[in-house]
């Protein structure tokens, strides 16, 4: 259980953009009461003051450096919870791309002959880390989603996040299917929660919320096939947030 | 007065707060004279370049979005501009006046974090703006209540603020209503009280009196106070076209940095509100020139503190822009049109725009509709070789001072600058021509 008094809150970043973080500042704007009910006592961004005492953690960004480890074991220690927020955090993000090019030529692309100067490994979910209680997905993260979330765990709950594909919001909001203008879409494979804001724009979902148990994978590629894209535009459509996730699912389906 | 120089003096702030990113001030000096004084960039490397490379051009402005969550918008559009400019696409009137709509909410909304949020703590006495919530609610209810309007009118354009979505190579893949534009202008316009009580606010609040000249850099344009193309103009003469920024910029790497160092015609020099301020003064709207005159920003100001100062003129500019904006859209009417398709599959072009802290640009050669080779050059990297230069004269002529005092006084410095350090980090290709 939570305690009953006001419960103390702290923000992580590791590799990432800080969006998440930003999109938290920002859900302040329709939401201030959210300061009345917690403390928060760690958030390099906004604030200068730091306390190691703090019962949630909200962890952004991948963990992508072996130096990363120690922080996130003392993190892991102090907290009751510990949340992975957004898609870095959770998946590893766009920063997973790099996973699939051998390390040392992905270094000399960016820093050339001074590659080894800098401590760089592949980028990986926090849980490749340490164990994680809860995930809030997105790149960036649905700010309505956080609400709820951090209201479900001032009640001493772990918030629930939705395992149905993207598909069933999308038709909630009564959009046309955007295969039917030929545009490429992750949605029947995807994890719904973001209201179908991709697709509503007019952009095909890109995954940035991870797959739903048991996704029908193949299947989803011979639809875009279908619809006229090459393997190499299917491959690179799967694998802008999902690097990392298609990798275990090849090991868990098909065997390494 | 050389009697009560310390004869050492150690500075180093882990991690500094209220920042973008992961950074670090070192500072060490030995019988008055400064033998250290970095700002060292410790953010994990992300290998943005790396990633871009053999991508679908398609892909490439939701992508470089990523790089940052600040700026978002204006790594989208000059990503944008680079594949057009390298696939010879012209894009319409309309999506040139919504791109820029955008960059001044994307401009009000990162400005008004910056003073508010990440400044103001440090000139009120408080660590953070938190306790202002209970102290003077007001003030945090003002900050707030402004970039709600800005991150709204992101929304409406982009489907969101943070990493826009219907922003796409050519046009849009949505457009707002009419409905949203005027409701979103007519609260613009509901601004002004707001933007009158954040004068008040900072024209009472006393800034640090250090001063430095160097360089100035901005993109110019003819009769605009330009956020998007044009060209590279500096102060101490002398303009560039666009695809040539590698002579203005210059990187080169740094030890202690992961980021790389940029110069120009001095060993450094200054990008974003106050190099902005001072090139394009006489474009700035009459509204915001008579906050600059109440605020007592004069265009010829070298003091790095003031970059804060002119963020809120820059705020009220972008205000009065989007307004513009809005009703010359209105006036058209808003029609939809189709993205404008590619000539050609492959090129090699240069985007730049004006982010909130400093002029940015994108540099991709596609081949067959694949992104070969990427680069891109953050403002923050630009200013990087720039604050070290403020910071090393500021130890240096605080050599008797209390130490915290020199620390806070290092701290604020950086954080004027508006650093946004995700971005800044790892952002080079050397292997361009």
């Known amino acids: ?256 | 007065m050389a009697a009560s120089h310390r004869q050492r003096l150690e500075i180093d702030v882990h991690h500094i707060t209220r920042v973008e990113g992961h950074g670090n001030i070192v500072v060490n000096t030995q019988n008055g004279k400064v033998i250290k004084c970095e700002l060292q960039i410790v953010e994990a490397p992300r290998f943005f370049e790396a990633i871009l490379r053999n991508q679908p051009y398609q892909n490439a402005s939701h992508l470089s979005s990523r790089i940052c969550g600040i700026c978002a918008v204006t790594h989208a559009t000059t990503s944008l501009r680079a594949t057009e400019i390298a696939l010879g696409i012209e894009p319409t009137e309309q999506t040139v006046l919504l791109r820029k709509l955008n960059l001044c909410a994307e401009m009000i909304d990162s400005h008004i974090l910056h003073v508010y949020m990440l400044v103001a703590p440090d000139l009120l006495g408080i660590g953070s703006v938190f306790p202002l919530a209970k102290s003077a609610p007001e003030v945090v209810h003002r900050a707030l209540r402004m970039k709600k309007v800005a991150g709204d009118l992101s929304a409406a354009i982009g489907g969101r603020h943070t990493h826009p979505i219907a922003m796409t190579v050519g046009g849009f893949t949505h457009l707002p209503t009419n409905g949203e534009l005027s409701s979103i202008g007519e609260r613009l316009e509901g601004m002004s009280k707001d933007l009158e009580e954040t004068v008040n606010l900072f024209k009472d609040l006393s800034f640090p009196t250090f001063e430095r000249e160097t360089e100035y850099i901005a993109l110019q344009a003819d009769n605009e106070y330009c956020l998007l193309d044009g060209h590279i103009s500096s102060s101490d003469g002398g303009t560039w076209p666009i695809e040539r920024y590698q002579d203005v910029t210059n990187e080169m790497m740094v030890d202690h940095s992961t980021a790389k160092h940029a110069q120009n015609l001095r060993s450094s020099y200054m990008v974003g509100a106050l190099s902005r301020f001072r090139l394009n003064y006489k474009d700035l709207h009459p509204e915001a020139k008579s906050v600059a005159q109440e605020l007592d920003l004069s265009p010829d100001c070298i003091n790095p503190y003031k970059i804060t100062i002119a963020q809120i003129v820059e705020i009220v500019q972008c205000a009065e822009e989007a307004i513009s904006i809005i009703e010359q859209l209105l006036e058209n009417g808003l029609y939809p049109e189709d993205p404008v398709s590619p000539s050609r599959l492959s090129g090699e072009g240069v985007g730049a725009c004006e982010a909130p802290r400093g002029t940015l640009y994108h540099h991709y050669v596609i081949e067959d509709g694949l992104i070969v080779d990427a680069n891109c050059i953050t403002p923050t990297a630009q200013n990087l070789a720039n604050i070290e230069a403020d910071m090393k004269e500021l130890v240096a002529s605080r050599m008797d001072q209390p130490l915290d005092e020199t620390r806070l006084a290092l701290e604020m410095l950086v954080r004027a600058y508006d650093p946004c350090i995700s971005c800044s980090t790892h952002m080079l290709d050397i292997r361009f021509i």
């Open chain 1, 1 to 256: 259980m939570i305690s009953t008094k006001k419960p103390k809150v702290a923000f992580f970043d590791f590799a990432g953009c800080e969006g998440c973080q930003l999109t938290v500042i920002d859900t302040l704007q329709s939401h201030p009461e959210l300061l009345e009910a917690v403390e928060i006592v760690q958030f390099r961004e906004a604030m200068s003051e730091r306390d190691e005492d703090f019962e949630i953690a909200f962890v952004e960004g991948s963990y992508s450096r072996p130096s990363d480890k120690q922080r996130l074991n003392q993190i892991r220690e102090q907290a009751k919870f510990v949340i992975a927020l957004g898609a870095c955090a959770h998946i590893g993000g766009v920063n997973a791309l790099r996973n699939a090019k051998p390390m040392q030529e992905v270094r000399r692309t960016v820093y050339d002959h001074r590659a080894d100067h800098y401590e760089a490994g592949k980028a990986l979910p926090i849980a490749a880390a340490i164990p994680v209680d809860a995930f809030i997905p997105g790149c960036p993260i649905d700010r309505h989603e956080f609400i709820r979330a951090v209201k479900t765990l001032l009640q001493g709950f772990l918030p629930e996040i939705p395992d149905y594909p993207l598909c069933v919001e999308c038709k909630l909001r009564e959009n046309d299917c955007l295969y039917n203008r030929n545009e490429p879409c992750l949605g029947p494979i995807i994890r719904a929660g973001c209201s179908a804001l991709c697709t509503t724009f007019g952009v095909g979902c890109e995954g940035c919320r991870g797959l739903i148990p048991n996704p029908n994978i193949e299947s989803l590629k011979e639809v875009m096939a279908e619809h006229g894209l090459s393997q190499s535009m299917i491959e690179a459509k799967l694998s802008l947030f999902m690097t990392n996730e298609l990798k275990d699912f090849e090991v868990v389906y098909h065997g390494s």
